[in-house]
Structure formats: C-alpha cells, structure tokens
C-alpha cells in the first residue's frame, strides 16, 4: 500500500464528494492534510471526522482569490 507518511496534503474542494474523500484516504495512509474548501463548515466537519479516524487534519476555507491572507493553518 502506498503511504504518504511524513507528507503534507493540501486537498481543495475537501469539505465534500470527491475532494472529501481524496483527504480522507490520504489521512489514512498517514498524510497531514489542508482540508481546503469555500465552505467553512464543511471544511471544518470534514477535518473532525479526518482526526477522530486518527488522521491529522486543518481546516483552511481560503477561496485562493489572492485577497486573503496568503497563510495556510499551523500547527
């Protein structure tokens, strides 16, 4: 099985459908994931459901427009 241990994943789109589930088989083979997604609240449910499966997620709602801050998430 291919593992991503010690990687970090920025997963757009993350919040639901595909992209949800890109992030969630990524935090099971041991990636640290950017759960990135416009909506805020799925991003943020996306990354509890990501850590209560023991993975390592953050959430970040940045739309990638440029105007924001330009930070992602630190731990």
């Known amino acids: 099985m291919l593992r991503f241990d010690n990687k970090v994943a920025v ?3 993350a919040g639901r459908g595909l992209g949800r589930s ?13 759960v990135n997604d416009v909506d805020a609240t799925a991003a943020e449910e996306a990354t509890a459901a990501i850590n209560a499966a023991g993975g390592k997620a953050v959430a970040n709602s940045d739309d990638g427009d ?3 801050d ?3 998430p630190r731990e």
């Open 11 to 13: 997963v757009t789109g």
């Open 22 to 34: 890109h992030a969630e088989l990524l935090a099971s083979r041991g990636a640290s994931v950017v």
């Open 66 to 68: 440029g105007v924001g």
């Open 70 to 72: 330009g930070r992602l």
